[in-house]
């Protein structure tokens, strides 16, 4: 993968309300989408992934949806508390075992 | 208790000096990776190593060197031939490299060259 675009770059939402990355992708060869979170001083951490034969996976709050033809995924973060506030990177790869990074999405979570 | 060590948090020095980064990890992970982060932009990767004695440059290698003599240890020296070194740097590693997406990041080293 070469070119990962990541949307919105900053985010501000009302705690208890939904909040939606979008990223697009430009290889279709690509077949693994991870999502990371990266809190302030600290290196990012994997939150939740989803491989190319999937088309959406759920973890409590936390969902990622992929659309293959359309060649886009999004990160839906429900229920918004303040400790959801970080930068959050999606990134693909696909057969040369490398990960392409977004340029991540700064989210602010007003209480 | 198991992670990814790198030190120094902060590192300062002058242009034209070369500097070296420590990453540390005791997860018995094979593959490491060196990342840099700039703000505005994702993680670009600068180096990977899939085994002992083993690495290959990623997208942005120029003026940056790496040893892998050890499974734990992955230094990385950013030379004096990196021209705009002031950034952010992040080390991770991962069972292998084809879990590359579920590497572990350490807590990172922020570079000013001054």
């Known amino acids: 993968g070469e070119n990962v675009e990541q949307h919105p770059s900053t985010l501000s939402v009302q705690e208890g309300d939904s909040a939606v990355i979008k990223c697009t992708y430009s290889d279709s060869a690509s077949n693994y989408f991870p999502w990371y979170k990266q809190e302030l001083g600290k290196g990012p951490q994997l939150i939740i992934d989803?491989?190319?034969?999937?088309g959406e996976k759920k973890d409590q709050r936390i969902a990622v949806t992929l659309n293959k033809t359309a060649k886009h995924f999004s990160l839906h973060i429900t229920e918004t508390q303040p400790e959801d506030s970080a930068v959050y990177f999606c990134a693909e790869r696909s057969n040369d075992y490398k990960l392409s990074f977004g340029a991540g999405t700064t989210v602010t979570v007003r209480a | 208790d198991g992670g990814i060590t790198q030190s120094p948090k902060y590192l300062f020095r002058k242009e034209g000096q070369n500097v070296t980064l420590s990453c540390e990890q005791n997860?018995?992970?094979?593959?490491m990776y060196w990342y840099r982060q700039d703000p505005g932009q994702g993680l670009r990767l600068i180096y990977y190593?899939?085994?002992?004695?083993?690495?290959q440059k990623g997208d942005i290698a120029e003026g940056y060197s790496v040893s892998r003599e050890k499974k734990e240890s992955f230094p990385l020296t950013v030379t004096s031939a990196q021209k705009n070194p002031t950034a952010f740097y992040l080390c991770?590693?991962?069972?292998?490299?084809?879990?590359?997406?579920?590497?572990?990041f350490g807590p990172g080293t922020r570079l000013t060259v001054l």
């Open positions: 991770a590693s991962s069972i292998d490299l084809g879990r590359i997406g579920e590497q572990f």
């Open positions: 997860l018995n992970h094979d593959a």
């Open positions: 190593s899939q085994i002992v004695n083993d690495f």
């Open positions: 989803i491989r190319s034969n999937v």
